[in-house]
């Protein structure tokens, strides 16, 4: 089944989204062939809901096999027996198409750059303060997200100028709605996508999106950026690089920010 669904990525350009697909689709027929099984064998079938569970957890660990980044697992997981009591409750059909519209509009990067929705803490907005240099600092946010970095920062610092750049259209719409009411002229959002900016004349670079970009996106920071300049990735490594410096961030996900020195 891996070299089949290797063959299938290969031909579809390897994109994470029909991979899920493929996973779900396996798991549905794992997870069904044994509920028709155990119907046959005992003459009766076990509970829908516990088939759909059965079906996400097949698909979460068919998913690990196909290369599937480690945040697409709770959405295999997830996603069946979700769906399994959604459609169980009396919910007119339009409200699942805006549900859908809401979702792709969200999670606009997911399936083609593998780049999921990620929000900075807290303390990593506190610890990217303190690499600004004194001055007009200049900063970036690759995707941006709601903005919240961009606008913490810029709060903080009214000597700075203060970018984010977003390409999924519902979070840019939001942070820059928040961008253009927060009173903060030296803060800005844009739509667009990281490989269609130059990342010269920054003093920081911050990015936090996942593995998949990350060694395209230092090989762009270290043709462009200025020498001295900080390239920062929350979380994710780049492959074949050591950073200069790491800053643990204590949360949840056991995040860090990992700083580089132009």
Do not use: C
């Amino acid at each position: 089944m891996t070299r089949i669904a290797e063959a299938l990525l290969a031909a579809r350009g390897d994109v994470p989204f029909f991979a899920a697909v493929l996973a779900q689709g396996a798991g549905a027929m794992a997870a069904f062939g044994i509920s028709f099984a155990a119907e046959y064998a005992f003459g009766k079938a076990p509970p829908l809901l516990l088939v759909l569970a059965a079906q996400g957890i097949a698909a979460s660990l068919i998913g690990i096999r196909f290369g599937l980044a480690r945040w697409w697992i709770p959405i295999n997981l997830v996603l069946p027996p979700a769906a399994g009591v959604l459609l169980a409750l009396p919910i007119p059909g339009w409200v699942y198409l805006v549900l859908s519209g809401v979702f792709a509009l969200v999670f606009w990067n997911a399936g083609s750059n593998r780049v999921p929705l990620y929000l900075s803490s807290r303390r990593a907005k506190a610890e990217l303060a303190r690499l600004l240099p004194s001055g007009r600092a200049r900063f970036l946010d690759l995707g941006s997200g709601l903005g919240g970095t961009v606008l913490a920062l810029a709060a903080k610092r009214a000597d700075g100028e203060f970018l984010g750049i977003e390409s999924a259209p519902l979070p840019f719409a939001l942070s820059w709605l928040r961008a253009t009411f927060a009173g903060l002229p030296h803060a800005r959002v844009m739509h667009g996508d990281f490989r269609n900016h130059h990342l010269g004349g920054y003093d920081v670079v911050y990015a936090f999106l996942s593995p998949a970009p990350m060694a395209e996106l230092f090989r762009k920071a270290r043709s462009e950026m200025s020498p001295g300049s900080l390239f920062v990735s929350n979380t994710f490594e780049v492959p074949g690089e050591t950073p200069n410096q790491v800053v643990d961030l204590d949360d949840w996900r056991g995040g860090r920010l990992l700083i580089w020195r132009m």
